[in-house]
């Protein structure tokens, strides 16, 4: 599909229609609300950047906003023997932050500039709220029991995740992350004890590093 002229107003250098793009009352189409040239402004990418992240989103989510049903449904074809359920929620929560219950294209745009063209702090910060599930500016070691088991989730046949030396595992990752996160030992993790422990190990650093350029358009 290739971007063509749109109704309305707007530049044709500066909208969002895809060939052959429809809408009726049984089917509406949400649309961005900003132009092209704002997103360009705001993210970092080029005209022709935002148009391929556009051309795929639609391929995927041809009404242009994806629910959480459909989020869990593509991100379970990733990992087809595990259970992606819970880990595919929690990182839908930190894509959806207006917490709409939905995706737009702009939710989703914005987050791969933060992940691409972020510095380590606000890319750090973005894996922070990802652990952080209630949002509430924190990580109790209830929550990252939770992130980690859904991981732990993601790799293994479904099913296997009652085996006692598994949950053991989870249970001593938890409690090792805890241990160095929580450099002030307050009982949970803020967002800047977690940033200023990431920012001086050079393992997770290469991890970073190794997450920007894995990020393809």
Not at 13 to 19: I, R
Not at 102 to 127: A, K, M, P, V
Request: with cysteine; proline share 3%.
């Amino acid at each position: 599909m290739n971007i063509v002229r749109s109704t309305g107003g707007r530049n044709n250098s500066d909208n969002y229609k895809v060939e052959n793009e429809t809408a009726s009352p049984s089917h509406p189409i949400s649309r961005p609300t900003c132009s092209i040239t704002e997103l360009m402004k705001k993210t970092n990418f080029s005209k022709e950047e935002i148009r391929h992240l556009y051309r795929t989103f639609k391929q995927d989510s041809p009404s242009g906003q994806v629910s959480k049903e459909r989020f869990v449904s593509i991100f379970t074809t990733l990992f087809p023997t595990g259970e992606c359920y819970r880990y595919s929620v929690f990182l839908f929560k930190n894509i959806d932050r207006s917490n709409t219950n939905i995706i737009r294209f702009e939710d989703l745009i914005t987050t791969y500039s933060l992940l691409i063209h972020g510095s380590i702090e606000d890319r750090l910060g973005w894996i922070f709220d990802l652990y952080d599930i209630n949002k509430d500016g924190i990580i109790t070691r209830m929550e990252l029991f939770q992130l980690i088991a859904s991981i732990f989730q993601l790799i293994l046949p479904v099913g296997k995740l009652n085996y006692t030396p598994i949950i053991n595992t989870i249970e001593q990752r938890t409690d090792e992350l805890i241990h160095a996160w929580d450099i002030h030992e307050n009982g949970f993790i803020c967002k800047e004890d977690f940033i200023q422990y990431c920012l001086q190990n050079e393992t997770i650093m290469r991890s970073m590093n190794k997450l920007k350029s894995g990020i393809c358009l």
